[in-house]
C-alpha cells in the first residue's frame, strides 16, 4: 500500500467544548482524552499503516504553525493551508490537489483531526479493506452503526452486499441522508440499514477528481490549476487567485451525494465525533465511581459520581453526579451532562452580545 | 446611655467557608453577604447607637490591620490586639480590662465580627432592653429561637420570666447547656424553652469582673494588670508577659455557666451565623429563580434554580439546582447545598496532607 495516503482536515472548530474549545484553540489542538491532542492521536493512530511523508493535513493559516508544532515528524510541506475557509469541498480539492501532485496514483483516506476512535486495530483493519475496495472504483464511505436516534449526523443508507473481506461487509451505498428528523433519525435507526456518516472515505484520486469534473467542472478546473501549481512551485500567489473563484460547498454535498460507485464499510472501531462534554464523557477513561478528571491539579470528590473535572486547580467537588466542571482561567463552566447540548445557547449569547474574547 | 460600648470579637475564622474563608481572609473579612464585608457590617450595625469612641474591636495581630483598614472612623488605640490566640475568655478579659481602664462605668455588649442579623431595627430595641436588663446586676445573654435540632450550638434553658419590655421577655437563665446530641437537641427543640446561645452577652463592667474575680481569680488578678497597663501605657511588655499566663477557656466553659443572675432574652432578629455555604444561601438576596451570584463578573445561568456563584470570571451553569460554586485563584469549589458541612472533611484532609497554601 505504498500509494496509500491519509488527509487529515484539521481546520474549523466546535464550540460545544466551549471554554475549553476556543477560536484560537479549537478541540483538535486540546488534550482532551488523553495527554496527546486530538490532532496527535489522530496522527499517530495513521503510524503503521502510513509513513509520515505520506500523511497530508489541511488547515487555516492561524491554526497550522499550532498542528505543525505538535507533529513535527510530518514534513512541513504536508502541512497544506487553505487561505481562508471556504467550505469543506474546497479544503478536500485542496489536498486532493497537493497529493495528486506528488503521486497521480495515490489512494487517499480523508480523516478529521477531531474524532475519537477507540479501537486501533479494527481502525487498520478498515482502513486496509477500504484500500482494497477503493482500488476497484469505489468511493468508500466508512458508516458508523446509529446507537441513538442522533439528529446531529448524516446517514448513509446501505443497499446489496457488495462483498465480505477481513470480517467486514461491503455495501452499495443507497445514498446519502442529511441530517435528519427525530422522526426520521428514530426510523433509520429501528430499520437497521442506516449507517452515521462518519465523514471518513477513501478514494482512488483519478476517481475523486472524475467525480470532481463531472460534478463540479468549474471546481475542478480550479483543482487542476492548483495541482500544477503544487507541482511546480512554492508561489501561494496562484493559491490566492483560484482560491477566491472556489464555490463554498460541502463535500457530500458537491461529490458524496451525486457519486456513483459508492460503497460502505459499516464498522465497528469505537467511533465517536467528541462533540459535546457528554459524549466526551463517554470516551473518558473514568474511576471506579464513574468519575472523569483531567488537568494538572489535585481533584478532592466527596460523595461525587460521573461527574467529569477540567480543571489546572484544586477543585474540591461534594455531592454531585452527573456534572461537567470545566475551569479555564477565564471562564467557568458548570453543567449538567444531560444538558451539555445548550453550550451551543450559551456561546451564541455570547457572540450575539459581542463578548468575543470568549469565543 | 452614653456609658453603653460594644466589644467585637473579630479573632478566629471559620473553615466552612471554604475556599474563601482562609486564615489570612476569614469569614469576618469577607463580603459574602453584599458589598460590604461581614466585620464592616458588624461595625455599622451599631451606628445608631454607639458612637465609634465607644465600639471596640478585640483581634489577632495579623487580622487587626485588616479590620482596621476596614472601619477607620474607629479610634485606633480601639483596636485590641490579642498576641496570640488563647481562646475567648482571655480576648473577652482582654477587650474588659481596655474598657474598664477607659470608663469603669461601661455596660458592654459582646458580639461577633461574622454573624447575619437581618432586623437592624428589632436588634437596636434588644440591645436598649438588654441594657436596661444589665443596670439591674443581670449578666444579659440574647437566646436565638432554635428553627432544626442543631447539635452546633450551645444552648440556653430559660426559667421564670423575670419582665417584659420593649416587647421582649426577659427570663433568668436556667443553665447552659454544651452542644448536645441529635436526640437532645431534637428534646429542646420540642420543649420550647431552650434558646441557641448567640455568643452575645450583654454586661455592665463590674459585673462581669466580679464573675470573673469569683470564679476565675487568676485570669481576674491577670485582668487588673491588663487594665493597670491601659490606663498607664502603650508599651506591650506587660501585655506580653500577662498573656503568657492567662489560661485558655471558654467563656461560655469559665464565666456563663457557672455565673448567678444571668438573665436571658429570646429574640427575633433574623440572626444567622453564616456558618455555612448553605446557612449563607439562606441570609442571600436571591433572584426569582431563588438564584444567588456574587462577584465581580458575569454569570450565565442556564436552567439553574437555587444554586450559589462566587466568582470573579465569567460563569456559566447549566441545569443545575441547589449547588454552590465557588471558585478563587488557587482553588475551585463546587458542592451539592445539602452537603455543605462535608466541606470541613475537605479542609481537615489540606490540613493532614500539608497542603497549607489552600488553608
Known amino acids: 500500500m505504498e500509494h496509500f495516503y491519509a488527509m487529515i482536515l484539521a481546520g474549523g472548530g466546535g464550540t460545544r467544548l466551549w471554554p475549553l474549545s476556543r477560536k484560537k484553540t479549537p478541540k483538535q489542538t486540546l488534550a482532551l482524552t488523553e495527554d496527546r491532542t486530538l490532532f496527535r492521536i489522530a496522527v499517530d493512530r495513521l503510524a503503521p499503516l502510513f509513513p509520515p511523508e505520506r500523511i497530508f493535513v489541511v488547515s487555516g493559516p492561524r491554526l497550522t504553525p499550532l498542528l505543525r508544532g505538535d507533529a513535527l515528524h510530518i514534513p512541513s510541506e504536508n502541512f497544506i493551508v487553505e487561505p481562508y475557509a471556504r467550505d469543506n469541498a474546497a479544503a478536500v480539492g485542496l489536498g486532493l490537489a497537493a497529493i ?3 503521486d497521480p496514483d495515490a489512494t487517499i483516506v480523508l480523516l478529521t483531526a477531531d474524532h475519537h476512535i477507540a479501537s486501533q486495530e479494527a481502525f487498520h483493519n478498515t ?3 477500504a484500500y482494497e475496495v477503493a482500488q476497484e472504483g469505489h468511493l468508500v464511505t466508512l458508516g458508523i452503526t446509529p446507537t441513538y436516534p442522533s439528529t446531529g ?5 446501505r443497499g446489496e452486499l457488495l462483498r465480505e473481506a477481513n470480517g467486514l461487509q461491503v455495501y452499495k451505498s443507497q445514498g446519502f441522508k442529511e441530517k435528519p428528523t427525530y422522526e426520521t433519525a428514530l426510523h433509520f435507526l429501528a430499520d437497521g440499514t442506516y449507517s452515521w456518516n462518519s465523514g471518513m472515505f477513501i478514494w482512488h ?3 475523486a477528481m472524475q467525480e470532481f469534473e463531472r460534478q463540479q ?3 475542478y478546473k480550479l483543482l487542476l490549476e492548483l495541482k500544477h501549481a503544487f507541482a511546480l512551485t512554492d508561489d501561494d500567489t496562484i493559491l490566492g487567485e483560484v482560491w477566491e473563484k472556489m464555490p463554498r460547498k460541502s463535500i457530500d454535498y458537491a461529490i458524496m451525494e451525486g457519486a456513483t460507485d459508492v460503497a460502505v464499510i459499516p464498522v465497528d472501531i469505537g467511533w465517536s465525533d467528541v462533540g459535546s462534554w457528554s459524549s466526551l464523557y463517554e470516551v473518558l477513561k473514568l474511576d471506579e465511581k464513574g468519575n472523569g478528571i483531567r488537568g494538572s491539579a489535585e481533584t478532592l470528590m466527596v460523595d461525587t459520581t460521573q461527574t467529569l473535572v477540567f480543571s489546572d486547580k484544586l477543585t474540591v ?3 454531585l453526579d452527573g456534572i461537567v466542571i470545566v475551569d ?3 471562564a467557568l463552566l458548570v453543567c449538567h451532562r444531560d444538558k451539555a447540548q445548550d453550550i451551543k445557547k ?4 455570547l457572540k450575539v452580545t459581542g463578548q468575543d474574547s470568549y469565543l
Open 346 to 349: 450559551v456561546v451564541e449569547h
Open 127 to 129: 482502513l486496509r479493506t
Open 100 to 102: 495528486a501532485a506528488h
Open 317 to 319: 467537588t461534594i455531592g
Open 217 to 219: 467542472p468549474k471546481m
Open 153 to 157: 449526523f448524516g446517514y448513509i443508507h
Open 328 to 330: 479555564t482561567p477565564d
Open 205 to 207: 484520486i483519478r476517481k
